[in-house]
């Protein structure tokens, strides 16, 4: 299993923009617009990989000066449960901290909280419903 930072607009990116497609977006019947493929652009965006097959991603965007939002969190149906996102998530914590960011904040669905809570993210508001979803603000200082 390999970790790393993707690059916008190669294959890679490729491959996380149809996996958050099918685990995200298709489940809700949404699809992705051509003007937030070209935002992404200035985010930071993470793969788990698996020889050059992505397992997991995630993305991260600046929100504040030190801190930054997880977002698109998804791995593969099959491999949930199998230490993917944990080790994505500690990837992208440790980007975040090397970049000097203090905090990660989320909009988490109400289904991950477990996930999330185990790698120490707390819920900061209440419940809201995010693309049919409900979902809550979580955050971590690093």
Known sequence: MAVKIIDHG?????QMIDLRYQMLRKPLGLSFTQDE?????DHILLGCFDDDKLEGCCMLVQ???DTLQLRQMAVIS?????????????????????RGYKKVIMHARK???????KLGYKKTGNEFFEVTLPHFVMEKNL
Do not use: H
């Open 37 to 41: 493929m070209t935002a992404e652009r």
């Open 111 to 117: 289904t991950a909280l477990g996930f999330y809570e």
């Open 78 to 98: 099959g491999l949930q449960g199998k230490g993917i996102g944990r080790v994505l998530m500690q990837f992208a914590e440790n980007i975040a901290r090397d």
């Open 63 to 65: 929100k504040e000066k």
């Open 10 to 14: 190669s294959k890679e990116y490729r």
